[in-house]
């Protein structure tokens, strides 16, 4: 496709990129970390549901496939950019206004600790319009008031299409309700990030 | 800021003017000081006690001014407590192999919870040491700000739902036999046995305002920095360090580390994955 040029300047102008991402996107995930630049100019954050406990290798995985310097967060952590931060499992994680990260252990939301509202929602708050925001493949409805907490503050946002997901439910939820200026197949997404 | 005043017409959420003359209401009110506390953590707790109580803005001021047993219902849904027995499997582990044989060396071994929120860390670390023979030994102190949750932990009875958790975080920090063994059944619930309750105590302590109040071999205090600035973290720090023994042990959450450059000298790093710290000097 021919980028529009609205969407790729508000791409550019971004100081942030989240990608939220369920059931049916860990490889869509991995792939944009590895084709992402190194000089994107942009912190990226990955948030991911995954089970507790779960003593994954996903972090690993993610840093051994990226060109940029990849992090689990811990708490307090300065948002740099040219880094992708990976949200850890079993706590919420929020953006303070002070460009750092602040976790939470409360409450699971739609059974999600990592919560992509949460972080969306925070994000909004910290960021305004210098977000650009991914909502990818999940089996349930995480996501959406985030992105569009983040649509009314002025970012980008996107929704995969639903047809071009494994699990169409989030970025369908998301539709729903308005929360995506754009909706994009995988490979459109990717042609953006790399643009 | 511009874009601020945008976002403040165009959401339900609280303003960050609105949130600072909350926290000073409460502080002149109630004694009880949020300033240092995480802010997007904080607003996201304040929109949530305004949505479950039904409350605006306006109502929740006049509930905390006027009502006087509103407060304690208001900071049990501010302050989290989720918690888990053996939360963070691989932590317990660690301490069973890089603590407790240290703390064996003890005549006596006081142990502090810090934010123990329901108690389910007191029980578990109860668990560890009567595993390990020091029961008789050891004295734990779970305190919170919170009266509520205070009571829920003397009282030890869990949930089947929630011991199930437990159970496989326990099966997971590689311990023998099974959590089980340690509650006993009553109709949708479990309460732990008697035995490892008689050398807890738990009470009232707020770290932002109150002083020490006894010696410990070890302090544990995890899930609760992350809902502080990190010079309120600073602070509680120097509470801490002064409330141990001579290379007592700090253990923090999993994601969790000492940010202050001077605490960062005051003690070693035992683990670095586990946030296990020992403490330097006297």
Not at chain 1, 50 to 68: H, I, P, Q, T, W
Request: aromatic share 12%.
């Amino acid at each position: 496709m021919a980028l529009d040029k609205n969407i790729s300047d508000r791409w550019h102008n971004s100081d942030i990129l989240l990608l939220g991402g369920s059931a049916g996107s860990f490889k869509l995930l991995f792939h944009i970390v590895k084709i992402l630049p190194p000089n994107l100019n942009k912190a990226v954050v990955v948030a991911m549901h995954r089970k507790k406990n779960y003593l994954s290798e996903v972090e690993k995985l993610f840093a051994d496939g990226a060109g940029m310097s990849t992090v689990e967060i811990n708490d307090k952590d300065k948002i740099n950019k040219n880094t992708i931060y990976i949200v850890p499992a079993n706590y919420h994680t929020l953006i303070e206004k002070d460009y750092s990260f602040a976790l939470d252990v409360s409450e699971a939301l739609w059974f999600s600790k990592p919560s992509i509202d949460i972080t969306f929602e925070s994000a909004a708050d910290a960021y305004y319009d210098k977000c650009t925001a991914i909502l990818f493949s999940g089996a349930n409805q995480d996501g959406a008031e985030g992105l569009l907490k983040l649509k009314k503050a002025g970012s980008l946002t996107i929704a995969q299409h639903p047809e071009d997901a494994v699990m169409p439910e989030m970025p369908q939820a998301a539709i729903d309700i308005s929360a995506a200026d754009y909706v994009l197949r995988a490979e459109e997404i990717y042609e953006l990030l790399k643009s | 800021m511009a874009g601020e005043l945008i976002m403040d017409t165009t959401t339900q959420g609280l303003t960050t003017e609105q949130i600072s003359e909350l926290i000073d209401l409460v502080k002149k009110v109630h004694g009880f000081d949020f300033s240092d506390y995480s802010k997007a953590s904080l607003k996201r707790r304040l929109t949530r006690v305004m949505m479950i109580k039904k409350l605006t803005f306006y109502d929740l001021k006049h509930k905390l001014v006027n009502d006087p047993l509103f407060f304690q219902i208001f900071l049990e849904e501010i302050t989290v407590n989720v918690t888990e027995m053996f939360r963070d499997p691989l932590f317990y582990r660690a301490v069973n192999t890089l603590v407790l044989p240290y703390l064996s060396t003890y005549q006596h071994i006081k142990i502090w919870s810090a934010g123990c929120s329901s108690g389910e860390e007191v029980y578990s670390l109860a668990i560890l040491l009567n595993q390990a023979g020091f029961t008789e030994k050891s004295f734990i102190y779970g305190t919170d700000v919170n009266t509520i949750v205070l009571k829920e932990a003397r009282k030890g009875i869990y949930s089947f739902r929630s011991i199930k958790t437990y159970a496989e975080n326990y099966q997971l920090a590689g311990l023998s036999g099974s959590l089980t063994d340690y509650f006993t059944t009553l109709y949708d619930a479990a309460a732990i046995h008697s035995g490892l309750k008689v050398n807890t105590l738990f009470s009232v302590h707020n770290l932002i305002s109150d002083t020490i109040f006894n010696e410990f071999q070890l302090i544990s205090c995890r899930n609760v920095f992350i809902y502080f600035e990190t010079r309120l973290q600073e602070k509680i720090l120097e509470l801490f360090y002064k409330s141990l023994c001579p290379h007592g042990f700090l253990v923090l959450g999993s994601k969790e580390t000492i940010r202050s450059d001077f605490f960062k000298k005051k003690f070693k790093v035992i683990n670095q994955k586990e946030n296990i710290y020992q403490k330097i000097g006297s």
